[in-house]
């Protein structure tokens, strides 16, 4: 610090500026790194260009917002989830990013594809369900033993099938049972029931 403990000279650019333009260090006696923050920034600028990576400029941004670098977009803090392990208290990227990458995320990690390859599969559709043929398909349908994907479905054909424990003659039964031929089971034996054919 200066005699009037009003600042400190920065070692690079040979400025005597106040102790807030400076980053924290504990193992310098006054506690202060010996660059100011400005040139430390621009040192490290060229540090990284000279290894070949891109460092992203400052970008000025109103009080309350915050700049979101996947969608390159200011948003109110509003707009973003709480992170409390972050300095600012929020998450890296706006909820609208955040939803994007996580419906991309569940394809890929649940049915192993992306959403082109869903979206393919909808307009091969012609965009319904194919159980119901009067809804839009928005959810995708898959084999639970072997994992493969049936098509996209509305989201109650989906779960119907779901509910029918994806057992093709459980299916028809309900069909039969919808249609007034329903397969009432005969009671054999005590807890044994044998089935019409």
Request: net charge positive.
């Amino acid at each position: 610090m200066s005699e009037l403990g009003i600042g400190k000279k920065c070692s690079t650019c040979q400025q005597t500026l106040p102790a807030g333009a400076f980053a924290a260090n504990r193992s310098r006696p006054d506690g202060l790194q010996t660059s100011c923050r400005e040139c430390a920034a621009e040192y490290y600028k060229r540090r990284q260009e000279a290894r070949g990576k891109s460092v992203r400029e400052k970008v000025a941004v109103p009080e309350g917002h915050k700049l979101c670098r996947t969608c390159d977009e200011i948003k109110p803090h509003a707009e973003w989830h709480r992170n409390a392990t972050a300095s600012d208290g929020l998450s890296t990227r706006c909820k609208a990013c955040r939803a994007i990458q996580g419906r991309e995320g569940h394809l890929k990690r649940q049915y192993g594809m992306t959403e082109a390859e869903r979206d393919e599969m909808i307009a091969s559709q012609k965009g319904l369900c194919v159980i119901c043929l009067s809804a839009p398909a928005a959810h995708v349908d898959h084999c639970h033993e072997t994992g493969k994907v049936r098509g996209v479905l509305c989201f109650n054909c989906n779960s119907a099938i779901g509910k029918l424990g994806d057992d093709p003659d459980t299916v028809r039964r309900a069909a039969a049972y919808l249609e007034g031929t329903s397969w009432k089971p005969t009671l054999v034996a005590p807890g044994v029931y044998q089935l019409p054919s």
